[in-house]
Every structure is written in C-alpha cells, then in structure tokens.
C-alpha cells in the first residue's frame, strides 16, 4: 500500500510540474542521498543531459493501453467466423460422440481467429494514433485480455486533439475494447537516463580479487586479469577455480568501468522496440 500511495505523489509531482518545465527522464527508482551527489550528476552527465533536454523540449509522452472483454470477442468471433460455425455445428451433430480432435481443431480455429483480430486491431490503433506524433514505442502485452500498448511522443500542445482520436476509438468499439491512456510523462519510453555507480567498496574488493594496489591503468588490469583467468578458466581447472573465474571476470568489469567512467556514470537508455 505504501508503494502505490508512493506512486501516486510521486506522479501528481511529476504532472505538476510538466506543467511549466520539461522533465528529465531519470529511470524510476533511481536515488541520491546528498545534494552533493546531484551536483556530481548533473556535472557528470552536463552534455548529455543538455542534449536529451533539448529533444524533449515542448514534448510529452501519452501511453495508450487497450483491453477487450473476451467473452465479447469470443462471441462475435464465433458469429462471424463461418469455419468455426461449420465445425460447432459438426460437433454438435455428433453429440455425445464427439472426439478429442474435435474439440482441438475448433480451438485452434478460435485461437487463429483471435490472434487475426488481435493483430488487425493493433495495427488499426497504431495506424490512427500515430498520426500527428513524433515517434512511437511499441510494449509487450500484458496478458490476453490486452490488446495494445504503447507510447507515443508528441508535442505538447497536441495532447488534447490526441485524447480526442482515442475517445472517437473508445466510443466506436465502446460494446468490446476497453482504451486507457496513462500521462502526460516524461519521456521514458523513448529517453531514460540511466545513473551507474559503484561502490567505493566494491572498488575495493574488486582490486583484492585481482591482487592490485595504487593507481590502475588499462595495462596493469589486462595483466593481472589474463593472468589469473588462464589459471582459473574453467576448461581448465576444478568446480572451486571455475567459481573463482567468475568473480575475476566479474571484477575486471568493475575495474573496467571505474577507469572507463569513475566512480559515477550517466548514460542513456534507449528501447529497442521503437516504432520506425
């Protein structure tokens, strides 16, 4: 309960301010306990964030989720479908002796029929939706019942002629489609700023596992890395050194990214199921 109530400040905030600026999408969850850290952040991450920014500027995010009530569809499906009208009407013809195959056929049929109307459903709403908008983030589904999700990106002052085409959607499938629209958002379906660091005593055991001291260059961690893999790779040792590989590898990474990023990193996260 604390969670949801949580969530639900945490988006009133968010929406409030939407109101006047433009939000950076920072990955939900992310935290920092000191002002000092967020000085280091927006320091560490000045360029790219004043690049994300200016893409943002004037743009909201709307995500659009549409559910149908199955036993609706399962009806019109079965009314307008005439394969599976031919095979209800064989098996209700054999009555009591209807077999197994019977029954597995016409639930293929129906399920067939279901993923059809999906399909040309979805395609439909992206078709009608994305007009108008910047760009498009498809999402995967839920479960049965939904039948679309995704987010889409436009201009601010767009939003309302876009809950208008989601309305005329609404109420055209009114009796079989459910539509919700959830935002305005931050653009985190097409900008999410990623916040890496590592712990300055994860720094540390990393470098006893690797048996090093002082300043690390890229040299010194290819050295000791090599060398200790090729003693404990698993091909060519016991179950105990196989797991000692593993933290090996998993040190050099560490140790990798400290010298690639320091101790702080900011990055961006792009989804890969983006619409083109």
């Known amino acids: 309960d604390k969670t949801i109530k949580d969530l639900v400040t945490h988006q ?11 939000i950076v999408p920072v990955k939900f969850g992310t935290m920092v306990e000191a002002e000092d850290e967020v000085i280091k952040f927006l320091g560490k991450g000045y360029s790219l964030l004043n690049n994300e920014l200016h893409k943002m500027e004037g743009k909201i995010e709307l995500d659009v989720v549409a559910s149908w009530e199955l036993p609706k569809i399962l009806a019109a499906i079965c009314r307008d479908n005439p394969h599976i009208q031919k095979k209800q009407q064989e098996i209700a013809l054999k009555g009591d002796k209807v077999s197994v195959e019977d029954k597995v056929t016409l639930g293929k049929l129906i399920e067939q029929a279901l993923k059809t109307r999906k399909a040309s459903y979805n395609q439909s709403f992206l078709q009608t939706l994305k007009e108008g908008t910047v760009d498009v983030c498809l999402h995967d589904l839920a479960n049965d019942e939904m039948i679309f999700n995704a987010a889409f990106l436009l201009e601010k002052k767009n ?8 309305n005329v ?19 985190y379906s097409f900008s999410t700023l990623l916040l890496e660091r590592i712990d300055p005593g994860r720094l540390e055991e990393a470098k006893k596992t690797l048996g090093l001291n002082g300043e690390i260059t890229d040299k010194t961690l290819r050295d000791a890395y090599y060398r200790l893999a090729q003693k404990c790779h698993p091909d060519k040792s016991s179950a105990e050194d196989s797991l000692n590989f593993h ?10 990214n400290f010298i690639e990023n320091g101790l702080m990193h900011v990055e961006v996260y792009r989804w890969e199921k983006d619409f083109k």
Do not use: C, W
């Open 12 to 22: 009133f905030v968010i929406e409030k301010v939407m109101e006047s600026f433009t």
């Open 159 to 166: 939003e309302e002629s876009f809950n208008k085409v989601v």
């Open 169 to 187: 959607l609404d109420q055209h499938l009114e009796n079989t489609v459910n539509f919700r629209v959830v935002g305005p958002l931050p653009l």
């Open 247 to 256: 933290l090996i590898t998993s040190a050099y990474r560490t140790l990798k």
